[in-house]
């Protein structure tokens, strides 16, 4: 088992910054990537960015540019650094993990709001 432990979330004008961390469990399994989706009220969930081991990154078109992810491998733990932050970036953030033979593990979830 793995656990991942989130945080980071709160509350932001639009314009500003907000920094998320994910910390996983130590595990004997192999790690391939960690990254982020999130949710927000009455839509289905969306994919935000992914980043593997190797340190290849991937973002949804709508962060590119203002969202920054970063790994520590040393520590299993992923970062999501939120520049420009939108309304529309309202939602429930949760990280996860693929691990290697074994599957996808979830983070509880944080929540990001940004408003005046």
């Known amino acids: 088992q793995v656990q991942l432990v989130e945080s980071g979330g709160g509350l932001v004008q639009p314009g500003g910054s907000l920094t998320l961390s994910c910390a996983a469990s130590?595990?004997?399994?192999?790690?391939?990537?960690m990254g982020w989706y999130r949710q927000a009220p009455g839509k289905q969930r969306e994919w935000v960015a992914t980043?593997?081991?190797?340190?290849?990154?991937n973002y949804h078109d709508s962060v590119k540019g203002r969202f920054t992810i970063s790994l520590d491998n040393a520590k299993n733990t992923v970062w999501l650094q939120m520049n420009s932050l939108k309304p529309e970036d309202t939602a429930v953030y949760s990280c996860?993990?693929?691990?290697?033979?074994?599957?996808?593990?979830w983070g509880q979830g944080t929540q990001v709001t940004v408003s005046s």
């Open positions: 130590r595990s004997s399994f192999t790690i391939y990537d």
């Open positions: 980043i593997s081991t190797g340190g290849d990154t």
């Open positions: 996860y993990t693929d691990l290697a033979r074994i599957g996808r593990y």
